[in-house]
């Protein structure tokens, strides 16, 4: 099925299970224990051994030598591979680091050998004996001085729009000011894991990764295999959040040590490794120009930003919301990379939009503040319905004037705390805050494939993954809906790469995608059905279960007596969507209390104001965005990943050291949904909402500790050491 123009009035505009609260059709396996999770997958194959991985004690260098005979007569030791033992394997294009082979050392961490014993505690032993001899080399590590070396360099700019230089130096009111992100962790519940085994010359991993087709190609590229013989299989995940999107190093140990071992093998990342070993948010450094008129409009806005990424690598581009998200005539946007030798930056949930209004949305405050205006009349007196860059080319939807107020008028907005450390209760100083939120709505080619059943179930299949978001529940939702049926009358089937090739999970394209596909592939299923009734597809009728069309109405059950009728087909978006800036918006508000004594900071109650187009799942998308202002709460107050720039190492690798939020944490969170379709987006006029749910909030965060305390922090995380010294006398 081709997408090429937007969605007339169709079947979901009077939806019966489409955009309704619909518990998790996977719930029951999840709070019982019994979804099937990569590293507990005793049943999928016999005889299971268990790999132990040993990372690289320096962060750039060669390896020398490496003693195993220690290690390889060790107790129940079956197999022991080493980086030496082969050349650097070949590297697929979405991996910048290289994941095993040779004697280079890119990063600390880098996995370097691979133990493979009876037992998990026998293999981690033995990986201990393992002996190294490194030739360390010296390294970049330290964003601060790349900063120096390019913070006036534009002569690359990312985007350029009418005498920036001019219109600022004119503006009637100035804002200048940097602000800094640490990098982050994604801290998934759910390490890396993987079992995989051989046989014949064919590799079958049971993983937990984002995107199926992405990792089957890059293990047929890793280890120079037919992509046929490979066979990828995920059905559950345990968090993902883009560190798994794409193949790392749990995988290529595993099949490794099972191609060595000549029996499956079984690994998982330990924590500690997993921050330096995998993939991280960069660190940025931003600086933030607003020039406006004394009623507000912005004449001039420009962002500039860095990040680390190691050699070959993107970053964090932090700018890219700045480029849409408010008016201005005249811009400039620049984007620095700063090659470094840690550990891989590469995606996170909402990368670039996350760390960039970290920035921007605490420069609009500022610039609010500056002018004396309420930051939502600020943020609403600058929205743009047409691309700042481009005013021929319109949003397709875009309510975010209406977040604003539905946002504002639900928190009591107009109740705030307006003076900066002007409101107290007891020992506690209470503030408000609120950020405006800008995510892309992208979507991709995305397959299934529907079978009808004799007894009148419908299976859908298809390689999509459910990183805990609710995809199980949204594709049967749509099936359910476009063929007449019961949702408990459907089966999903997720996460395999037998199946048709989906759009996979990650960077808010998911849903859309995911369930366009799974429309397709049920209208071929309608257009089959018909064939057999010798009626017109668009003739027929699908409810309850039956089929009415030429004159009669029979069970859908009866139409597939005589065997299973299988459908597969895909959803392909045309270049029309490009025509528009298709977005979501949506407006964070947040009061904070922080003690007037010690400068501890408390959330006492966040709500959002979402606009995403058509919400398929009313209960799922809820929890994708309180789970986004979670992470958001974290990148806030306490989440910063500590590097070593003596030894290029992040030095807080465990969730002892790298602290994100707990229960006690987190108050009451309330969200908001517009009531929205976008029929640019896809034939469900429907839009991601996850990472939305993360965009914004920490600098909400931050502008209600500045409202109750008057201390401005630009260095997250905002941490009590940075606010104590300027809170106002007890």
Known sequence: MDFNQPAGQNLFDNAKVVGKPTTRVDGPLKVTGTAPYAYERHDVVDDQLVGYPLGAGIAKGRILSMDTAHAEQAP????????????ALPKDDTNIANLFGGDQVEHYHQAIAVVVARTFEQARAAAAMIRVEYDAAEGDYDLEAAWEKVREDRSDPSSSIGDFDAA?????????????????SHTMMEPHATIAAWQEGRLTVWTSNQMI?????????????????????????????????????????????????GRPVKLTLPREMIMNNTTHRAATIQRIRIGAARDGRITAIAHEAISNTLPGGSGENATDQTRHFYAGDNRLIVSHLA?????????????????????????????????????????????????????????????FVECLRQGADAFGWADRNTMPGGRREGFWLIGHGMAGAYRGGPATTSG????????????????????????????????????????????????????????????????????????????????????????????????DGMVAGNGETRPLAEIAGEGEIVAEDSIAFGDFRSENVVSTFAAHFVEVAVHAGTGETRIRRMLAACDAGRILNPIS???????????GAGAALSEAIAVDRARGYFANHDMAGYEVPVHADIPHQDVIFLDTVDAVSSPLKAKGVGELGLCGVAAAIANAVYNATGVRVRDYPVTLDKIIGGLPAI
């Open 621 to 631: 998308a809820r929890s994708q965005v309180i789970g986004g202002m979670v992470m």
């Open 339 to 399: 090659e470094m030798h840690l550990p891989e930056s590469n995606a996170m949930r909402a990368p670039g939009e996350a760390a960039g209004l970290m920035a921007l949305e605490i420069a609009m405050d500022e610039m609010a503040e500056k002018l004396a205006m309420d930051p939502v009349e600020f943020r609403a007196v600058n929205d743009t319905q047409t691309d700042p860059e481009d005013p021929d080319r319109p949003f397709s939807e875009r309510h």
């Open 168 to 184: 600022f130096s004119a503006a009637e009111v100035r804002l200048d000011a940097t602000y800094r992100t640490p990098g982050q």
């Open 448 to 543: 299934a494939r529907v079978r009808l059943q004799p007894d009148g179930r419908l299976i859908v299949e298809t390689d999509m993954t459910d990183i805990g978001t609710g995809s199980y529940t949204i594709i049967a939702q749509t099936a359910a809906e476009t063929m007449g049926l019961p949702i408990d009358a459907i089966e999903v089937r997720l996460g395999d790469s037998d199946f048709p090739v989906s759009s996979g999970s990650g960077g808010q394209w998911g849903a859309a995608s995911s369930t366009g596909g799974t429309y397709a592939a049920c209208i071929a299923l309608r257009a089959k059905i018909a064939e057999r009734l010798q009626a017109g597809a668009e003739d027929l009728t699908f409810a």
């Open 213 to 261: 087709n992405w990792n089957r190609q890059a293990l047929a590229t890793t280890f120079d295999l037919d992509p046929e013989d490979v066979r990828v299989d995920s059905p559950y995940i345990g968090g993902g959040f883009g560190v798994k999107l794409f193949l790392r190093a749990d995988a290529v140990l595993a099949a490794l040590g099972a191609r060595k071992a």
């Open 76 to 87: 129940g030791v079956v197999a022991v591979v080493t980086t030496l033992d082969m050349d």
